[in-house]
């Protein structure tokens, strides 16, 4: 990875101890964070779909948790307030703190973004199968996916309540950014211990400018545009679900939240 050994002598430079390991497969990633000590920080150097990963372990082992940008996307990291520059934000990491955040579960899949279905799951299918690098994939995933997804039938349960909803994009968002910077649920905080569920429905071509309106979070005042909070969520219907950029199946989902189940170093 082209900016571990930059990281590693920020960090070294700022008095840590370094052990670098690289994983080889995703449940490699799971087993380094299970596998560490309480006492240890495990810093996760990558994208979005990475953190998750390690998040999954570092629950397991109760170690502490530190996530920076290496990845397109890097959304997790802008949730939360870090620097988009690795080597800045590992040198950050010098005057933050501990905080206890929350984790989603998708299937008991963990996730700490945005559980993608309809609209962003299909532009997550467009970026993962894209030559593309950088965040511009996310731009061209956009346009794309606009031109393939229809509009769906799906029977949510809401902590417990039925409801029927038709559209083209819905989103349980845990820290709420995705995309390379698009706030989809922009009031979605990562230690409230709730879900933010964002819903757009409209006609198709109010579509493209409501994403463009997704940078800021003012797609929310669209009248097209639905969002509530939820501890549990279930989502009945056919398509695909995506979560942190990464495929997870097909509908149905059941989506909860762990509150408090990780320790962030932010």
Same mark, same amino acid.
């Given at each position: 990875m082209r900016y571990r050994e930059r990281v590693n002598d920020a960090l070294t430079a700022n008095g840590w101890r370094v052990r670098s390991v690289c994983s080889k497969n995703a449940d490699d990633a799971v087993r380094i964070g299970a596998e560490a000590d309480p006492q240890e920080c495990v810093v996760s150097l990558g994208g979005d779909g990475m953190h998750a990963l390690v998040a999954r372990g570092v629950a397991r082992s109760g170690a502490l948790l530190a996530a920076l940008p290496g990845g397109r996307g890097n959304d997790f990291v802008r949730a939360t307030g870090q620097p988009l520059d690795p080597v800045a934000a590992a040198l950050a990491l010098s005057s933050a703190g501990e905080h206890r955040v929350d984790l989603g579960e998708a299937d008991g899949t963990p996730?700490? /973004?945005? !559980?993608?279905?309809?609209?962003?799951?299909l532009a997550s299918q467009v970026a993962a199968e894209s030559r593309v690098r950088g965040p511009g994939v996310y731009h061209v995933a956009a346009v794309r996916a606009f031109f393939g997804v229809p509009r769906a039938e799906y029977v949510l349960s809401v902590d417990g309540v039925e409801r029927r909803w038709?559209?083209?994009?819905?989103?349980v968002g845990l820290s709420g950014w995705y995309g390379g910077g698009l706030q989809v649920c922009p009031e979605a905080r990562i230690d409230d211990g709730l879900l933010d569920v964002t819903m757009v429905a409209g006609a198709r071509r109010h579509f493209l400018p409501l994403l463009r309106r997704m940078f800021s979070g003012s797609h929310v005042e669209l009248p097209s545009v639905e969002t509530?909070?939820?501890?549990?969520?279930?989502?009945?219907?056919? /398509?695909? !679900?995506?979560?942190?950029?990464?495929?997870?199946?097909v509908l149905p989902v059941d989506i909860n939240v762990r509150p408090g189940a990780l320790r962030l170093l932010v």
């Open positions: 996730f700490l /973004g945005v !559980v993608s279905i309809g609209y962003s799951a038709s559209g083209f994009e819905l989103a509530f909070r939820a501890e549990q969520v279930r989502v009945n219907g056919e /398509g695909e !679900v995506y979560a942190d950029g990464d495929r997870l199946g």
